[in-house]
């Protein structure tokens, strides 16, 4: 009979319940912000799941007390007393189990068939729980529109990472979204982690889409440190266009936006099949401009980290079908140029790699960095229309440190200095 309770034990622990120490997922033992939730929404996160032009997803989190949502909406922004006959939409909620074995919900609700230029306001909750109401605005129907681009967050995001995405949203309350590029904590699971970035992006997170890539970081490891999949606080906290890989679901999609497809790709795991469904979505592509997102740089701005499988599975894909821009981050300093081929000319897409936390490595040496630069936060406005993308690196002194200007020529993209 002990026996027998000790293989079921082994089970167990083999399957569900190992041990992940270096993973450091118990919040400190005097945690300085609350991490628990309450019957009051929180974590409250605009994001896109088909359109840009029409439709915001909203998704927030209360304890198990509240298992049901609802969102409020109104266009009649300027009138008093809108609120009193706002409309309704049902969340669709969903129960989550965290590490640390707190049982919460996350909500979930869309609102469809908004309208170009207009704005609206929206509160989240039930009962007498609500957030206060959250204005937005959809973008207008002409070419142009601007937004963020935020490397790894990942260490002291309280205290540290909000300064950088607080000065992006002041120097450009007009960005239509933001981008990621991973590692937004730097232990998956870690709910006080979450909590922090949470915090650090406050309504700010609420007002527009947060459009983000996971990183390693956001990947559940074993004792060895081995990768073994994406943490499931992710598909809870992130909705995205389900039109990616099945088996990366929020994980790997695209978004056409305005005169640009975007491609939001996780490069930790089958980079084979999203180099296949890549494929097919550049080859479908009849927008003028493609960026794509992604954690591990194509090329490294580090000495010793190689992405072999970046390079070998996306990079031919990149330069076949002239992406634009390649928006990175992984390795924690700020870098930009184009690679070079054999006779030493630079074509194909600009590749960045930036960082916006605190976290600093040491910069490489290698010949496709144009510019370099280390030890600094910094954050990226750019600026889209139908004649150019005009990049723009900002540090916290709000200095433009690196500015570059993308044209297309005769179907390829073209650098010139701004
Ligand atoms: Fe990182």
Redesign the pocket.
């Known amino acids: 009979m002990h026996r027998l309770f000790f293989v079921i034990f082994l089970f167990f622990m083999g399957t569900v319940g190992y041990a992940q120490p270096h993973e450091k997922q118990l919040p400190p033992d005097q945690p300085s912000i609350p991490y628990k939730a309450s019957e009051m929404p929180d974590r409250i996160l605009m994001s896109i799941t088909d359109s840009l032009a029409q439709t915001r997803t909203i998704t927030w989190r209360t304890s198990k007390v509240v298992q049901t949502g609802t969102l409020e909406w109104s266009d009649k922004i300027t009138q008093i007393d809108f609120y009193r006959d706002a409309n309704r939409a049902n969340a669709r909620s969903e129960r989550f189990v965290t590490y640390t074995g707190d049982t919460v919900y996350y909500h979930t609700a869309t609102l469809r068939m908004l309208k170009p230029g207009e704005n609206y306001v929206y509160r989240v909750g039930e009962g007498d729980m609500w957030s206060e109401w959250i204005d937005f605005s959809m973008p207008t129907d002409n070419d142009a529109f601007r937004f963020i681009y935020m490397g ?1 967050a ?1 260490n002291d995001i309280r205290s540290l990472w909000s300064r950088v995405f607080r000065k992006a949203y002041a120097a450009l309350p007009t960005a239509e979204f933001v981008v990621h590029v ?2 937004l904590i730097n232990h998956s699971q870690n709910e006080y982690e979450w909590a922090e970035w949470f915090h650090a992006g406050g309504f700010m997170f609420a007002a527009k889409p947060q459009l983000a890539v996971r ?3 956001e990947y559940v490891k074993d004792e060895n440190g081995v990768k073994q999949y994406s943490t499931p606080s992710w598909r809870h906290q992130f909705r995205y266009p389900s039109n990616g890989p099945s088996s990366l679901a929020n994980g790997a999609y695209f978004i056409d936006i305005k005169n640009c497809r975007f491609v939001f790709m996780d490069s930790n795991d089958a980079l084979d099949v999203q180099g296949h469904w890549l494929e097919q979505v550049l080859k479908r592509n009849t927008k003028k401009w493609i960026i794509v997102v992604c ?1 591990h740089p194509v090329v490294s701005a580090t000495e010793g980290r190689i992405n072999s499988g970046v390079m070998a599975h996306w990079k031919p894909l990149f330069d076949k079908y002239n992406v634009d821009l390649v928006l990175q ?4 300093v700020y870098a930009r140029g184009r690679i070079p081929d054999a006779e030493g000319n630079r074509r194909g897409p600009t590749h960045v790699i930036s ?1 916006a ?1 605190r ?1 600093a490595y040491a910069v490489g040496n290698h010949p496709w960095m144009e510019v370099k630069m280390g030890s600094t936060q910094t954050y990226q406005l750019v600026e889209m229309s139908h004649e150019a993308i005009i990049f723009k690196t900002y540090a916290l002194d709000g200095q433009v440190y690196d500015t570059f200007r993308i044209v297309k020529r005769g179907g390829k993209p073209v650098v010139e200095s701004n």
Request: zero cysteines; aromatic letters at 0%; a negative charge.
């Open positions: 790894d990942q991973g590692d990183g390693n970081h954690h981050g992984h390795d924690h960082v936390g976290k």
